[in-house]
C-alpha cells in the first residue's frame, strides 16, 4: 500500500509540473529529397562505415557505440542551419542532467566528402566551448569526415536526406538529431534546431536499452510519449486523469482503514445504513 501511494504521488507531482515537450516542425520527405525518412528501429552498419576523426585518424564507427549515440549529420562550412543545431546542442548538453561521456557519446559527421579533418577540429574547438556549466571529456563529442560513400552509407541508413544548393556549393537539407542504442539500432529522432533539454533526455533513456531507471524516470515514461508527427514528447492528459483518480482512491482508502477506531466490520454495507429499528 505505501508503496502504492508513492508511485500514485509521484505520478501526480510529474502531472502538475510544467510541460516540458515543446512543439517542433517535423522533418519529413519532400518531393525535392530534401528531410528525413524516419527508419525508427533498424540498424544501421556500424561495423562497415569507417570515417577520419578531428585528430586525422581513420576510425570505424562501431568503435564507438560502447553507450547510446547522438547522431548528428552536418557539413562544417554550412552558412546556414548546421552551426546553429551544433550550438543548440552545446546548449541542450549544458542544461541537462545526464552525463556526456558517460550517458551516451555525441558524433557530429560532415557529409560534405571534401571537409577535412582540420575543418573537423576547428569546429570541435568552438562547439566544445559553447558547452557552459559542464566540464566536456575529449571522447564525449568527437567530429568526424568521410568520403563519398562511406557518408552515403550513413545518411541513407538514417534516412538523412539532403541536396546540392543551385550555387553548386552548399547544400540544402534540414537539421535533425538522431539517438541510436550502442548497437546501432535507430531509436528517436528529434528537431535540432529548438531542442527541449527533458526532450533530449528522455531520447538519451530511450537509447539506454538494459540500464536501469529511477522511479522518477519511469513515472514520466507514463505521463510522455513520443509523438513521431511531431517528433517531440507528448504529455498524455488521460494518463495524467487516470493518476489523479488513483491517487484519490488510495488516499481515501488509506484514510478509512487508518482512522482512529476502524474496524473492517464496521464499514457500512454497499445498500447504505440501515435506518434506526428496521430489521435486518
Not at 545518411?155 to 546501432?184: C, E, M, P, Q, W
Request: aromatic fraction near 8%; include cysteine; proline fraction near 7%.
Amino acid at each position: 500500500m505505501k508503496k502504492l501511494l508513492t508511485l500514485a504521488a509521484l505520478l501526480a507531482v510529474t502531472a502538475t509540473a510544467p510541460g516540458t515537450a515543446q512543439e517542433s516542425v517535423p522533418a519529413t520527405d519532400t518531393p525535392g529529397g530534401v528531410g528525413v525518412n524516419e527508419r525508427l528501429g533498424e540498424q544501421i552498419p556500424i561495423n562497415d562505415l569507417s570515417f577520419t576523426d578531428e585528430q586525422g585518424n581513420k576510425v570505424l564507427l562501431a568503435d564507438f557505440f560502447d553507450r547510446p549515440i547522438v547522431f548528428i549529420p552536418v557539413y562544417y562550412r554550412c552558412p546556414g542551419i548546421c552551426t546553429p543545431v551544433l550550438q543548440e546542442m552545446a546548449s541542450v548538453i549544458g542544461k541537462s542532467d545526464i552525463t556526456p561521456g558517460v550517458d551516451y557519446r555525441v558524433l557530429t559527421v560532415s557529409f560534405e566528402p571534401t571537409e577535412t579533418h582540420d575543418l573537423a577540429q576547428l569546429k570541435k574547438t568552438n562547439m566544445i566551448a559553447e558547452v557552459k556549466g559542464r566540464e566536456m571529456p575529449e571522447d564525449a563529442w568527437r567530429f568526424f569526415v568521410g568520403d563519398a560513400e562511406n557518408v552515403r552509407r550513413l545518411t541513407d541508413a538514417v534516412g538523412f536526406l539532403y541536396k546540392r544548393d543551385s550555387n553548386g556549393v552548399d547544400y540544402v537539407h534540414t537539421g535533425t538529431v538522431i539517438f541510436l542504442d550502442k548497437t546501432g539500432k535507430i531509436v528517436r529522432y528529434l528537431d535540432g534546431v529548438q531542442m527541449n533539454p527533458a526532450d533530449f533526455k528522455m531520447a538519451v533513456i530511450d537509447a539506454q536499452h538494459g540500464m536501469p531507471r529511477s522511479v522518477m524516470q519511469a513515472v514520466k515514461k507514463l505521463c510522455y510519449t513520443f509523438s513521431p508527427e511531431s517528433r517531440t514528447y507528448v504529455l498524455q492528459v488521460n494518463r495524467i486523469i487516470l493518476g489523479f483518480t488513483l491517487l484519490f482512491v488510495l488516499g481515501f482508502g488509506a484514510f478509512l482503514l487508518l482512522k482512529p477506531g476502524a474496524k473492517p466490520g464496521d464499514m457500512p454495507p454497499a445498500g447504505g445504513v440501515p435506518a434506526e429499528g428496521a430489521k435486518s
